[in-house]
């Protein structure tokens, strides 16, 4: 059984550049063994109303986006009675924002939690 990925971004986020990286974000999770499910954001609250829906259905959640993007997520994950200290001990930051051009990614291993 394939691992399954659940990619929450806001398209808008760091200029929207992901738009130009979207596919190969997407293949690097593919190679990586993952069916990936991809929620893009339309508006506030879209990332944690998604991902408090279905994140128990995934082995791993990531984001790219800024730090309100991060922090729906988490939101998100905090609905389904996750410690916030849990969360921080493992969210794994792979790509920052700030002087970096591209969006943050940020992965949460459904396991860890």
Request: proline share 4%.
């Amino acid at each position: 059984m394939r691992k399954k990925l659940f990619f929450v971004y806001n398209p808008k986020a760091g200029k929207a550049l992901i738009k130009n990286k979207l596919a190969d974000i997407l293949d690097i999770f593919a190679r990586a063994g993952y069916e990936t499910t991809v929620a893009p954001t339309q508006k506030h609250g879209d990332a944690a109303a998604a991902v408090a829906q279905r994140q128990s259905d995934y082995d791993l959640v990531v984001c790219s986006g800024g730090d309100g993007t991060l922090d729906e997520v988490v939101t998100g994950i905090r609905a389904v009675s996750i410690r916030l200290s849990d969360i921080s001990r493992r969210a794994a930051p792979m790509i920052s924002g700030g002087a970096c051009p591209c969006p943050r990614i940020c992965c949460v291993r459904r396991k860890w939690l």
